[in-house]
Each structure stands twice: as C-alpha cells, then as structure tokens.
C-alpha cells in the first residue's frame, strides 16, 4: 500500500507538456494587467483546466458581465468542465491560495431587485463504512485505541447529508473607490436536534460571514475567514465540512478576523501577495461537550490581544502553469489555568506556527499540491486535536509541539475524470506528551471524482487511517473508511 501511494506522488515526468496558445490566457492577462481582475485572481484562472468559465465567472461576480451575459459564454451542457474540485479548496480549479474563500462553490443566482445578491450552495450526500471506531463516524479523523468500543463491534455503515452547504455573496457599488463584496455560508455540522429521531434533523453552522474591499493593489477585509495561516486543503467530498486530513497534517480553521492584502505584479510572469492579520486568539480549547449561548474566557481570551498571522506568497508561470509557494506563520498569547494544592495557577502558553504551502501544476495532467508546518498549541487548527494545551503540572501545560504535512498528486485524465492520492502525518513531540496521549496520526487517501454534467459531481474514496499512542504499542489502532459522495452544485 505505501508501495503504491509513494509512486503514485511521485511519478512527474510521465506526462508530455503541452505548449499550445491559450487565448482565455492570454485575455486574462490583460484584464490584470489593466487592473480589471486581481494577480491571486489571474493565478486561480492559470490554474484551472476550464480557464474560460473560471474567467466569466469572475467577470460575472465583479458586475463586468451581467447573468445572461455568462449564460452566453458558459458551458451549459457541462461538456467541456472538468471535474471540480468541491472540497477545502477551490471548485474548478486545483487546490491554490486565495483572496476570497477557498471553500465556495460559484455563486449561479442572482436577484433582479436593485441588491446583487447571488445565491450558491451544494447539496451532498455521503455512504460511509467504516471498519473500525473512529472520532466522528461520518468525518474520520483518526481512530480510537485498539479495543476501545465496549460493544466489541467497531464497524459501522451510515448516510448523511448534513455536509451540504448553502452561501450567499453580495457586490454593490464602489465605496471610497474600492469594489465593496460580502459573503455568508453555512453548512448543517451545528449538531444534533435533541429527539430519539433527531439523528438526521441537523442544525445550521456558520462557516463565513465576511466583507471586503478591494482597491488596487491593497484589499481589506473584516469578518469571518479562512485563516491566512496554512490556506491549502487536499480535495475530497468526503470530507467537505471538514478538510481532508484534519488532525494528519493539514492544519485550517474559519476566524473572525481582520486582515489586509498587497498584490505586487514582477514582470509579466511574476506575482507576490501579501496577507496579514489580527485574528480571534482562541487556541481550541472550547468544551465539546458544551451547547451554550454564551461564552467565558478560555486560554486564548486571556492573553488580553488578539492574534497574528502573515503570509507572503509567491507564484510565477511556467510554460503556460501558474506554480505557487507561499510562507505563512501564526501567532497568538494565552493563560492556562488549573488548581494545584487548591490555589488557582496560571501558566504562560504560547501558541505559534510557520507553514510552507505549495501549488506546482507540472504538467496539463498532473498537479503537485501540499503543506509542511511546525508549531505550538495549534489547537484551533485541528492540530494535535484535543490535546494540543495539557493539564497545568503536565509537560504539556505550555502547549504541545507538533509537525506534520501532506501531499497530494491530482490528476486530471479527461474534462470528467479526475483521480486524487495523497497521504498526511501529524506527530507531536513525545517530551509534552502523557502516556496514552495520540503521539502520530498518519492518513492515505485516493479518490476518483466523475463529473457527467456541469452541475452533478460522483466521488469514490478510501482513506486508510494510522494511530499510534505514546508507551501504549499494544494499543496502537489502524481503520479503513469508504465513501461513496453525490453532490448536486447550483
């Protein structure tokens, strides 16, 4: 099995580079270069296999072509769009940093009142079987300690559609001379209604809700967002409501934030963006097993400041590919609490992270994404979940450090056919670890993504999952997770 994931990431040079001229290329590189549409916005049209509809997308959401305008120019059979990639990343392209969202599907509605709003969402569900017991029956992250379920029975089956998702975005006028933008998304991950049926009646979630200015070259931001640190997520409708490999190495998390952005244009083939941020500091220690409407202090809230995060991204093309390489970190102070011989007892916690996200498109058909990172208390990121700030009088008390990453090797055989493989790995440092603590989470992935028309997406995927406990071999546990996903965009 490793056999195969290694050589199927690894085989670069099996594919013929096609050289031809592009002219969608070559018209969205004059509208960036006139201003109309953004260099991170240039790079999302370079990298996708449908450049055309990416291209009248854009066009459509910055008020440049009205509703009947992209009708004209857009696909409507679906013959020529290929396989999108509705997961943590974009839609119709390989996974790549962006301004907006990367999470969204494209918006297809619009109202014919005099406020712009455009409605999107998709409608999902997802067959699983699950081989053994894991954290979340439907969106596995990693598995339980060998013989942990007292029924002696970890395999399970079971349908949902509560990773759907429904999202509104807003354009309007220019404000002090900038383009004004909104968005707001939710999925159905909120929970559970509390009836002896109400296993299926999920409750809303709030994903985005953000609004943003966009001048050129500057852009502001303020709301609720993607954070800048780590941005890339591999690609999967298996995991749409949580990103592939959460707690194996991919670090993500939506903030309240606010943020601004510099586009830089080097020559014609060369772009730098640059992102910082004041973020929510909260470093993940919220209790699960709390519904409130209300809301205390926790760790991150009693560091007295918020958090702050950067990203400089660099992308260039390369035979007609736009490749990208980006360097993000993530900072933010805190204050464990516990009570040692009955006195209360703060202890300092400093959560950082520095992550090296990439995109090298190396061919027409093969596209070449991951990241690496390193950090302390990353436990708003899903990193070291559940564990990532220990007891005070623990090793871990100041937070634990953990490393990991992911690849991914997407393959884009036809407009309708695209296959994924990838493999993620989390190991947090032993010396902050408890005995029985999870000291590695490793996951494969493959996937096989058909899309027959525009608008309908089958997925088939089989991830393998990998966990380990520190000075607990015997414990050691390893599942298997099929899932077979329908998603209807709109």
Not at 215 to 242: H, K, M, R, V
């Amino acid at each position: 099995m490793k056999t195969f994931f290694a050589v199927c990431l690894l085989m670069t040079s099996a594919f013929a580079t096609d050289t031809k001229p592009d002219r969608t290329l070559e018209l969205a590189r004059i509208l960036a270069q006139k201003g109309t549409i953004s260099a991170i916005e240039l790079a999302r049209i370079e990298s996708a296999t449908d450049k055309l509809d990416v291209l009248a997308q854009l066009l459509r959401d910055k008020g440049v072509l009205s509703a009947d305008d992209y009708v004209r120019v857009s696909d409507k059979s679906g013959a020529n769009k290929t396989t999108s990639q509705i997961s943590a990343s974009q839609t119709s392209a390989p996974p790549i940093p962006s301004t907006a969202s990367p999470n969204t599907a494209a918006p297809t509605g619009e109202a014919t009142s005099g406020f712009p709003l455009q409605v999107y969402g998709t409608v999902l569900l997802n067959a699983l079987y699950n081989t053994a017991l894991t954290n979340i029956e439907d969106i596995p992250l990693f598995v339980g300690k060998q013989g942990s379920d007292p029924s002696g029975n970890d395999k399970n089956f079971a349908m949902t559609a509560r990773q759907s998702r429904l999202g509104f975005r807003f354009r309007s006028t220019e404000v002090a001379g900038a383009k004004l933008s909104g968005q707001v998304e939710i999925d159905f991950l909120g929970g559970k209604a509390a009836f002896g049926n109400g296993i299926d009646m999920d409750l809303p979630r709030l994903r985005l809700a953000l609004g943003r200015l966009d001048w050129q070259p500057w852009s502001f931001e303020a709301g609720q967002d993607w954070a800048i640190f780590a941005p890339l997520n591999p690609t999967s409708l298996a995991e749409y409501a949580i990103p592939t490999f959460s707690a194996s190495g991919n670090p993500w998390i939506r903030l309240p934030q606010i943020r601004g952005e510099y586009h830089h244009a080097l020559g014609d083939k060369t772009t730098i963006l640059t992102q910082f941020g004041a973020v929510d500091p909260n470093m993940g220690d919220f209790p699960t097993t709390q519904f409130t409407s209300g809301r205390s202090p926790l760790i991150g809230e009693r560091g007295r400041g918020p958090g702050l995060e950067t990203r400089l991204n660099l992308s260039t093309k390369v035979a007609d590919r736009q490749y990208s390489v980006g360097i993000s970190t993530h900072y933010a102070r805190g204050k464990n609490f516990g009570m040692v011989n009955d006195a209360p007892v703060f202890r300092p916690v400093d959560s950082w992270g520095v992550a090296l996200d990439y995109t090298l498109p190396l061919t027409k058909v093969l596209n070449l994404t991951g990241e690496v990172f390193e950090g302390r208390a990353l436990g708003i990121f899903s990193v070291a979940s559940g564990e990532a700030i220990l007891p005070v009088e623990t090793a871990g008390e100041h937070g634990v450090e953990t490393r990991g990453g992911w690849i991914q090797s997407q393959f884009n055989f036809t407009p309708r056919w695209q296959l994924n493989v990838a493999y993620g790995l989390e190991a947090p440092n032993l010396s902050n670890l408890r005995t029985g603590d999870r000291s590695k989470n490793q996951t494969y992935m493959a996937n096989v993504m058909y899309k027959p028309s525009k608008n309908v997406t089958f997925a088939w995927e089989y991830r393998r999952f990998l966990t380990n406990f520190k000075n607990q071999p015997l414990l050691n546990a390893e599942g298997d997770h099929a899932n077979i996903a329908v998603a209807y965009s709109f």
